[in-house]
C-alpha cells in the first residue's frame, strides 16, 4: 500500500512532479546523465555498463514493447508494486540526487572546487561536504562504516535484496598499506557473522589493494612476455587457468622484461597469501569473494592470482556447494568472450567450477588513451553495439554453464535490455532463485527499477554496498566520475517510474 505523504510535503511534491525534468533542447547530454556514479567511491566496483541507455522516450516505448511481449519478464506499468518496499521520503530523495547527478554543471563545479584552494578554508569544506552527505552521498554510499552498511543490509534485506559489501581503497603502493587494506577486507568479511544469513551475498575485493600496483605492472608484463614466448620461464608462476587469447592485446610489453627479483618474489607472495587468507575466511563462512577487472595493464596479473586461487577454492568435489572465488570479465574488451571460452573450458578439464563476474567495463577513457599513445589500437570495442553484443553472448554462454552446475555468474548490469535477455533466458533454461550460482546486481542508490523488477520475476539480486566517511568517499567519487565521464547512465528510467508513482502516492495521500 502507498505510504501516505505528509501534508507538509505536498505543495514541494507537486510542484517537483510538475516540473519538466529534461530541456529539450539538451537532448544530447543524456550521455552525460549521471556522470557522478560512473564508477565507485572505493574502486572496489567495477562500473557496470560504459555507455548510455536511449533516451526516455526510447526507454518508455521498450517498456512497452517488453510489456505487449507475451514473454515479458518485467513489468514496469506496475509501479506501486515495483516500488512498494521504498518508503515515500526515500523516494523523493531519490528523484531530487538522481536529477541533481545528472545536472553536468554540478559535477563540473564540485571538481573545481575540490582542486581548488577553496576546500582548504574549514568553513567552505564543512559546507561541501554536509551537502554532499545529505545527498549524493546517501543516495549512492551505503554508510561511513561497518555498522551502518549493516543497517543498510537489513533494509534491503527487507525489500527482498542483498547486499555486496565494498570497502572504499585506493591503489597501494607497499605492504604496509596492503596490510592495512587487508584488515579491511577481512573486518568486512566478520561482519557478516553478526548479519542475517545470506542477506550479504559477496565481499567484493580489489587486488590492486592488497598487492602493489607496480608489482602486478611487473607480474602482467612478465606474463605477456611467456605468452609471446613460451619457453620463458616464471619460475614463482603456479598453476592458473588461460590468462590470454590469441586477440589479446599484448603491447603494454614491446621489450623483454627483467625478471622478479628476490624481493619482489617475496612481495608477490605477500600479496597472493593475503587473497589465499581472505578465500579461507570465505570459504569458512561460506560468503564468496569477488574480485574486480581493473586496467588491462595489471588485468593479467590480477587474473593469475584469480585463477590460481579459484583452482584451490572452486573445486566441484569441494566441501562448499557453491564456489567462493569470482573472477571479472569485462565485455568491452574485444577478447573478453575468446577469454571466457578458454577459462571455462581449461576449468571443466579440472574439474574447476568457473565464476564469473560479468560487467561491461569502466576505465574506457585512460584504456583508449593508452593505446594511442602506444600507437596501438583501442583493446575496447569500436561500437557500444558490439560491446552490448559480447556481454549478452557472455552472459547466454554463462548461463547455459550455470544451467549444467559447471558455473556460477554475477550479471552486473544497469542495461535494461540485457537484464531482460539474461532473465528471459535464465528462465526458459529453469534457473530461479534457489539456485545460489545465478545473481544479478546493480550499484547501491541506481537502476533500482532494474533491480526490483529482477526481484519480482523470481531473481536473487544484490546492490553493491561502498562505505566510508563521507571526506575519504567523495573527493575518491569525483575523480572517478571524471575519468569515466558518459560510462553509466541509468537513472532516465528510474526517475521517469519514481515520479510516476510519487504522483499515485500524492493523490492517495491528498485523497483525491
Known amino acids: 500500500m502507498a505510504n501516505r505523504v505528509s501534508s507538509s510535503k505536498l505543495f514541494f511534491l507537486q510542484s517537483l512532479l510538475r516540473r519538466p525534468f529534461h530541456n529539450h533542447h539538451h537532448h544530447h547530454h543524456h550521455h552525460q546523465l549521471t ?74 563545479t564540485g571538481l573545481w572546487v575540490m582542486r581548488s584552494k577553496l576546500i582548504e578554508m574549514p568553513v567552505v569544506r564543512d559546507i561541501i561536504l ?55 577486507f577481512l573486518e568486512a568479511v566478520e561482519s557478516t557473522k553478526s548479519l542475517p544469513p545470506s542477506s550479504v551475498s559477496f565481499i567484493a575485493v580489489k587486488i590492486s589493494a592488497i598487492c602493489p600496483l607496480g608489482l602486478l605492472e611487473r607480474v602482467s608484463n612478465l606474463l605477456r612476455w611467456q605468452k609471446k614466448d613460451p619457453s ?37 607472495e605477500s600479496g597472493h597469501q593475503r587473497l589465499l587468507k581472505l578465500c579461507e575466511r570465505c570459504a569458512e563462512l561460506n560468503v564468496p569473494l569477488l574480485i574486480d577487472a581493473e586496467d588491462t595493464f595489471v588485468q593479467p596479473a590480477i587474473d593469475y592470482l584469480t585463477y590460481s586461487s579459484a583452482i584451490i577454492y572452486n573445486g566441484k568435489d569441494d566441501r562448499q556447494r557453491n564456489p567462493i572465488v569470482f573472477g571479472t570479465i569485462q565485455a568491452y574488451l574485444k577478447d573478453a568472450k575468446e577469454r571466457l571460452l578458454l577459462a571455462s573450458k581449461a576449468a571443466e578439464k579440472m574439474g574447476v567450477t568457473m565464476a564469473v563476474k560479468l560487467v561491461r567495463g569502466a576505465y574506457m577513457s585512460s584504456e583508449r588513451k593508452l593505446a594511442a599513445k602506444l ?31 559447471s558455473a556460477a555468474v554475477v550479471l552486473a548490469t544497469h542495461n535494461v535490455d540485457s537484464g531482460r535477455l539474461a532473465a528471459k533466458k535464465a528462465r526458459d533454461l529453469g534457473i530461479g532463485k534457489e539456485n545460489g ?4 546486481a546493480q550499484l547501491y542508490g ?25 571526506d575519504e568517499v567523495m573527493p575518491f567519487l569525483l575523480r572517478r566520475a571524471e575519468e569515466n565521464k558518459g560510462l553509466l547512465s541509468s537513472s532516465t528510467l528510474d526517475r521517469q517510474l519514481m515520479r510516476k508513482e510519487l504522483k499515485i502516492r500524492l493523490k492517495t495521500g491528498l485523497g483525491v
Open 437 to 440: 550460482r545465478l545473481h544479478f
Open 446 to 470: 541506481m537502476s533500482e527499477a532494474l533491480s526490483f523488477a529482477l526481484k519480482d520475476a523470481g531473481f536473487q539480486v544484490s546492490k553493491h554496498l561502498t562505505y566510508g566517511p563521507v
Open 35 to 108: 556522470r557522478l556514479l560512473s564508477s565507485t567511491p572505493s574502486s572496489t566496483i567495477a562500473v557496470f555498463d560504459e555507455k548510455p541507455e536511449p533516451t526516455i522516450t526510447k526507454l518508455m516505448m521498450a517498456a512497452a514493447d517488453l510489456q505487449s511481449a507475451s514473454s515479458s519478464i518485467f513489468d514496469f506499468n506496475d509501479v506501486q508494486k515495483l516500488f512498494s518496499p521504498v518508503p515515500t521520503a526515500k523516494l523523493l530523495r531519490s528523484v531530487v540526487n538522481l536529477h541533481m547527478a545528472a545536472f553536468d554543471p554540478m559535477l563540473d
Open 130 to 184: 554536509t551537502f554532499i552527505k545529505h545527498t549524493f552521498y546517501e543516495q549512492f554510499v551505503a554508510g561511513t562504516d561497518l555498522g551502518e552498511t549493516g543497517r543498510t543490509v537489513q533494509k534491503l534485506r527487507d525489500a527482498g535484496l542483498k547486499g555486496v559489501l565494498v570497502y572504499g581503497s585506493e591503489y597501494a603502493h607497499d605492504n604496509e598499506s596492503c596490510d592495512r587494506n587487508f584488515e579491511k
Open 232 to 268: 620463458f620461464n616464471l619460475p614463482w608462476k603456479l598453476n592458473a587457468l588461460p590468462l590470454f587469447s590469441d586477440s589479446s592485446p599484448l603491447y603494454h610489453t614491446l621489450q623483454k622484461p627483467e625478471l622478479l627479483t628476490r624481493e619482489e618474489e617475496s612481495d608477490l
Open 375 to 405: 600507437g596501438f589500437e583501442s583493446p575496447i570495442h569500436n561500437t557500444i553495439q558490439e560491446t552490448h553484443a559480447c556481454y549478452n553472448d557472455c552472459a547466454s554462454f554463462m548461463l547455459d554453464k550455470v544451467a549444467d552446475g
